[in-house]
C-alpha cells in the first residue's frame, strides 16, 4: 500500500471522536445539507472539529459513519466539495487541501473517495504587489538553474541540478532541456527571502504563498529553436510585469538571444539581462560578454545599466523606458544572486486592469479526479472568486459556455479570490476538460462578450525574406491565442522593416479580441509584431 493510501487508513482507524476533529460523511447534497436550519448545524459542527483540532479538521468524503469505504461518484464527490466549501466559509474556515484515491476491489468500483483539510480563518488572499517574471534566453543559458536557485536558496550542482525543480515533462529532465512553460515562486517577508525546501511538493510551495508578505513567481520559458513558438505563448500570452534574459558568459548572446530580447521588448516588458555561469570562463571573457550585452541593448535603442557599478536602487529606479539593468550572476556561487533578490523584492507591481471585468485566457486545462476540468492562466483583468458565474469560449461555432468557478487555487493554495495579475487554476463546474481549449477565455456573464473572425491591425515586419502579400498565412500569438491567420495588407504589400496597417482574419476560428491587444507573428524566419486596432466580429 502507498503512502498515500495509508494516509486514509489512518485517518479511518482513528475515527470518529467525540471532541476529535475528524469527521466522515459519505456525501453532501446542496438540497439537503444546504437546507435551512441544516447548514446552521453542520457549520457549528465543522466549527467545533476544527477548534478541536487546533485550527484543522479532517473531514473523510465517500465513507459511511463506521468508517466503511463507500466511495461516490466523481460528480457526487465534486458536489460534496462545493457544499463542504460553503460550510467552511460559514464557519470562517476553508478547505486548504484535497487528496483523492479510487475505490476498486469490488468497493464500488469506479467511485472516489477523498480526504479533505479544513483550516481556520479565510483562504488566503495575495498581496497586491505580487510580480509575474518571464524568463527566456537561448537553450542552456541557465534560465531554469537561475531561477530554480533563486527559489530554493539552494547552490547549483554546476550540472543543472536546481533545474529539475522547474522542469514538468520526463523527457525534459532526461534531456536537460524545458520543452514547456514551467512555473515557479518565492518570496519575501520582514526577515528577506521565503524559499521553497523542496519545490516538488506542493504543500511547500502553498507554504510559501501563505508565508510570504511579498511573492515573485516566475513563468519560465524555453530556449530550444524547436519550441520557440512555446516561449512566444510564455512571453505573450501571460501577464508579466518584468522579463529576465539570461545570456551564458561561456557562449555570449546568440540569434536565438536577440530573438527573445525582441519578443520582450515588443510585448513592452521592462527587462532585466542576467549574465549567468560567470565561475565558468576567464575573468576577460565574463567582461568581453557583458560588452557584448551592452552593444546588443544599443543596437535596439536601450541603454544598458550596470549594477554591479550603479547598484540596485537605482536599476529598480531607472528599469524600463529604455533602460536595461544587466548583472553578473552564477548558480553555482550564487555570485550575484543577492543583488537580484533584493531587485525582485523592491521592483513595483505594474499597472494592471483590476478595475475592469474578469478576463483570463486559458494556457493549459487538466482533468483533476475528483474535481473536473481545470483552466490555468494568468488574469488579465477584473478579480474572480470562487462560485462566480462566467463564460468559456468562444467555442469553434462561435458560442459561449456558462460555467462556474467551482474553486481557485495559486501555486497550490486554495484562495477564495484572485486579482488581475495572478497565476491561478480555476475548476470549472458546467464543462469537460475535452472542450476546454488555449485560446479561449473566462469571462462574467453579465459581459455578453462577442467572438472575433478578423481585425484591423498596426504591424512592423522584423524580419521577412522577400514581402508580406494579401494571402500571407503567418501565426498569430495573441493573449494565449496561437492560430493560423491571413493577411490583407494595406496597399497590397509589406517589406522587411515596414510599418503598416492590415486587416488580418484568423484561419479556423474566432477568438475574444479588443482593441489594443499586441501580438506577435511568425513563420518559418518570418516575424513580426503588431498591434489590434479594429476588431469585425464574427456575427456581423
Do not use: C
Not at 23 to 38: C, I, N, P, Q
Not at 86 to 98: F, N, T
Not at 305 to 328: K, N, S, Y
Not at 469 to 478: A, I, K, N, R
Amino acid at each position: 500500500m502507498g503512502a498515500d493510501r495509508a494516509v486514509l487508513t489512518r485517518t479511518i482507524e482513528r475515527g470518529e471522536e467525540e471532541g476529535g476533529n475528524v469527521e466522515f460523511k459519505t456525501r453532501l447534497t446542496r438540497e439537503v445539507h444546504l437546507a435551512e436550519g441544516r447548514m446552521e448545524s453542520l457549520a457549528a459542527q465543522l466549527r467545533h472539529r476544527v477548534l478541536s483540532g487546533d485550527g484543522e479538521a479532517t473531514y473523510v468524503i465517500g465513507v459511511t459513519d463506521d468508517g466503511g469505504i463507500a466511495g461516490i461518484a466523481p460528480t457526487a464527490f465534486s458536489e460534496s466539495m462545493d457544499v463542504l466549501s460553503l460550510l467552511a466559509e460559514e464557519a470562517d474556515a476553508h478547505i486548504h487541501e484535497v487528496e483523492t484515491w479510487g475505490v476498486g476491489d469490488g468497493e464500488a468500483e469506479g467511485g472516489l473517495v477523498g480526504l479533505a483539510t479544513v483550516r481556520e480563518g479565510a483562504a488566503f488572499e495575495a498581496d497586491d504587489d505580487h510580480i509575474v517574471v518571464g524568463t527566456a534566453g537561448h537553450v542552456d543559458h541557465g534560465k531554469s538553474t537561475l531561477v530554480g536557485t533563486l527559489v530554493t536558496g539552494q547552490a547549483d550542482d554546476g550540472e543543472g541540478g536546481t533545474r529539475s525543480y522547474l522542469d514538468v515533462q520526463p523527457h525534459e529532465v532526461d534531456r536537460g532541456l524545458s520543452a514547456d512553460l514551467s512555473y515557479g515562486v518565492y518570496g519575501f517577508d520582514d526577515d528577506g527571502p521565503v524559499r521553497m525546501d523542496n519545490p516538488d511538493r506542493k504543500t511547500d510551495r502553498a507554504r510559501v504563498v501563505e508565508e510570504a508578505d511579498r511573492l515573485v513567481s516566475f513563468v519560465d520559458t524555453v530556449g530550444h529553436e524547436p519550441w520557440l513558438r512555446t516561449t512566444i505563448r510564455g512571453l505573450v500570452g501571460q501577464k508579466l510585469d518584468y522579463g529576465l534574459l539570461t545570456v551564458a558568459a561561456d557562449d555570449g548572446p546568440t540569434d536565438t538571444t536577440r530573438e527573445h530580447l525582441g519578443i520582450l521588448l515588443a510585448m513592452e516588458l521592462p527587462t532585466i539581462v542576467a549574465i549567468t555561469k560567470v565561475d565558468a570562463p576567464p575573468e576577460e571573457r565574463v567582461l568581453a560578454v557583458e560588452r557584448e550585452v551592452e552593444s546588443m541593448l544599443r543596437d535596439v535603442g536601450k541603454t544598458p545599466l550596470l549594477m554591479e557599478r550603479h547598484g540596485v536602487a537605482t536599476a529598480v529606479e531607472e528599469i524600463g523606458d529604455g533602460v536595461v539593468p544587466v548583472l553578473q550572476t552564477s548558480a553555482v556561487t550564487e555570485h550575484g544572486l543577492g543583488a537580484l533578490d533584493r531587485m525582485l523584492e523592491r521592483l513595483p507591481k505594474r499597472e494592471n486592469d483590476a478595475d475592469g471585468d474578469f478576463r483570463m485566457y486559458v494556457d493549459r486545462s487538466y482533468d483533476v479526479k475528483g474535481v473536473g476540468a481545470v483552466a490555468s492562466g494568468t488574469i488579465r483583468s477584473g478579480e474572480v472568486e470562487a462560485g462566480d458565474e462566467l463564460l468559456l469560449g468562444p467555442m469553434p461555432d462561435g458560442t459561449f459556455r456558462e460555467v462556474e468557478a467551482r474553486s481557485i487555487e495559486m501555486h497550490y493554495h486554495r484562495v477564495d479570490r484572485a486579482r488581475a495579475g495572478r497565476i491561478v487554476g480555476i475548476a470549472l463546474k458546467g464543462v469537460n476538460e475535452s472542450a476546454v481549449q488555449r485560446g479561449m477565455a473566462l469571462v462574467p456573464r453579465e459581459t455578453d462578450p462577442r467572438p472575433v473572425r478578423s481585425f484591423d491591425a498596426e504591424v512592423m515586419v522584423l524580419n521577412h525574406p522577400t514581402r508580406i502579400q494579401e494571402g500571407y498565412e503567418p501565426v498569430v500569438h495573441l493573449e494565449t491565442v496561437s492560430e493560423a491567420a491571413v493577411f490583407r495588407p494595406e496597399g497590397g504589400r509589406l517589406l522587411p522593416g515596414d510599418t503598416g496597417e492590415t486587416e488580418i482574419r484568423f484561419k479556423f476560428q474566432p477568438y475574444l479580441l479588443e482593441e489594443g491587444q499586441r501580438f506577435v507573428f511568425r513563420e518559418g524566419q518570418s516575424k513580426g509584431v503588431g498591434t489590434v486596432t479594429g476588431v469585425t466580429y464574427a456575427d456581423e
